[in-house]
């Protein structure tokens, strides 16, 4: 168990700063900082008596690491690399990427390059939760307050601390503040994630049901149209296993975060129209928003610059590269409010969209705030979507996950699946949040313990035609297998009515795994293998990696 050492808490009170490092609770004239430990809980909070300004919270435990120990440590966002490391792995942030690139790209919008430290070998860090697993027992970290700020956790196994630092740097507190508050706790994989998300009082939203189905995105990326979409709807209807949902991905639209001005060369008789006709195949109509940004060619970023989130020199704050570049929208802004309520309004009442694929919202909480932490605008914002969305299913990505627990139905878990295995020996050493079918499926595998607490797990497609891809026959029954196994979606971006009888054979064997559960996982550079159970009996799987 780890034993707490040391709680720093600096902040600012007018022109004065006050610095205190304790164990205990401390009291002065401006703030208290208040910690306590209550069986698994330990918390550390802040009690204002004066409006102060936070410089530093952070938790300093002590633990002795062994060199057989594997640490997990959530990443940032859905789509950054989180896999088990050994003791003496270092992780990378953007110092191997060209500068060039990381400037052209905004390579350092997807992740948490602006804000966090990335250090030497046996320095590992992640967000909200982690585990040091030795064997099948398990040494658990997760927050219980993410809604008041992320929450950093950063395992230094040479000086064996672990270190768990308030994302809450220069937020103003006119009153008191949940700052560190943690379960840590002991046991086997299965009790440790109970326990956290009982603590947590987080459940799994009643509408939320396994789904398998289509999604356009990796067969036709935007080059999307009714007659494609037709075609492929009815590939899908035409298999004898079940699909649930027909999902229409980026494409459809304009210009990004133009939702409603649709292309009328692409989709002639509108979006109601092609809704219908997944409606009346029997299938859960989506469609894929972005509702957090807008491109620069959008007439939104044209027409409403105030709706855009500034920075302190009141520049635009982007969000990356994709498309025409894109920039982050203010949740704050009331009238952007009522613009988003009447685009879920449209989207859902007036065309008859189901499911809403909601991506690219880690944009939202890019820029913090004087009076809001990162950790607080993505909760606000996760809240205000599940309001406006309704009735209507979310799949949630592109998003911090922890914001994200117990607000969608359904939430991506890895980075977008490749037509190909792990890219190019360069775009390896660009951001965590890169495209790699390889990264998706250890993401899969080692956050597969959220789906059926937090949300149910979206792995990302498989892939099984033969045309535009590189993926081996076994990397495709690898992506194909390991989907099934530890995720609850199950999508396609293949017109299936194009399988051959081989690839029917294998549709069938892959949804029977979807019933799998999976017992225990190991990987390392070369090979991933898991244990699972199907039914009564225990298979053991490896795979190249």
Request: glycine letters at 8%; proline letters at 3%.
């Amino acid at each position: 168990m780890l034993k707490l050492k040391q709680v720093h808490f600096s902040f600012s009170a007018g022109e004065e700063v006050f610095f205190v490092s304790t164990c205990r609770s401390v009291s002065t004239d401006i703030a208290d900082l208040e910690i306590h430990s209550v069986g698994d809980v330990f918390s550390a909070d802040i009690r204002c008596k004066s409006p102060i300004r936070i410089k530093k919270l952070t938790a300093v435990f002590e633990h002795e690491f062994s060199a057989i120990d594997k640490i997990f440590l959530n990443g940032y966002q859905s789509w950054t690399d989180s896999t088990e490391h050994s003791v003496t792995d270092r992780m990378y942030g953007l110092e191997r990427a060209p500068e060039a690139a990381v400037k052209k790209y905004a390579l350092n919008r997807y992740g948490d390059y602006d804000f966090t430290s990335y250090g030497p070998e046996g320095q590992l860090h992640g967000w909200s939760y982690g585990y040091i697993r030795t064997g099948e027992f398990f040494c658990f970290i997760g927050s219980l307050s993410e809604d008041t700020g992320f929450t950093k956790i950063t395992a230094e196994t040479d000086g064996n601390v672990i270190i768990v630092t308030k994302d809450c740097e220069g937020l103003e507190l006119p009153e008191d503040y949940r700052g560190i508050d943690l379960l840590i706790t002991e046991g086997t994989e299965k009790e440790v994630f109970d326990r956290y998300f009982d603590t947590l009082g987080i459940r799994l939203r009643k509408e939320a049901v396994p789904i398998s189905g289509y999604t356009s995105w990796y067969r036709h990326y935007q080059n999307i149209n009714s007659d494609t979409l037709i075609t492929d709807l009815a590939g899908l209807t035409s298999q004898k296993h079940r699909s649930d949902v027909f999902q229409i991905d980026d494409g459809y639209q304009t210009a990004v975060g133009d939702w409603l001005s649709v292309d009328s060369s692409k989709f002639p008789d509108g979006m109601k129209s092609i809704a219908g006709n997944i409606a009346s195949a029997g299938l859960i109509p989506g469609l894929w928003l972005a509702p957090m940004v807008c491109e620069e060619k959008s007439l939104l970023f044209n027409e409403h610059p105030e709706w855009l989130v500034k920075d302190e020199n009141g520049d635009p704050v982007k969000g990356g590269s994709n498309w025409s570049g894109f920039y982050a929208l203010d949740i704050y802004n009331n009238e952007f409010r009522d613009h988003i309520r009447g685009i879920f309004r449209t989207v859902t009442e007036e065309w008859g969209f189901r499911l809403l694929k909601l991506d690219f919202l880690y944009a939202a909480c890019i820029q913090p705030r004087p009076d809001r932490t990162r950790g607080q605008i993505m909760s606000d914002t996760m809240s205000f979507l599940r309001e406006c969305a309704g009735d209507a299913l979310i799949l949630g990505c592109g998003v911090p996950l922890a914001s994200a627990f117990g607000k969608v139905d359904y939430c991506r878990i890895g980075c977008d699946v490749s037509l190909d295995w792990n890219d190019k020996p360069h775009m390896r050493l660009l951001h965590r949040e890169r495209v790699s079918t390889r990264n998706s499926i250890l993401n899969s595998v080692f956050r597969r313990q959220l789906s059926g607490r937090a949300f149910l797990n979206d792995p990302d497609v498989f892939i099984l035609r033969s045309d535009n891809t590189s993926l081996t026959a076994k990397q495709k029954k690898c992506l194909a297998e390991v989907n099934a196994m530890t995720g609850d979606v199950l999508f396609t971006s293949d017109n299936a009515a194009e399988y051959s009888d081989e690839q029917k054979k294998l549709i069938h064997g892959i949804m029977k795994l979807r019933s799998a559960e999976v017992i225990s996982a190991e990987a390392d550079d070369k090979f991933l293998r898991i244990r699972f159970s199907l039914g009564e009996k225990v298979y053991n799987a490896q795979y190249r990696i």
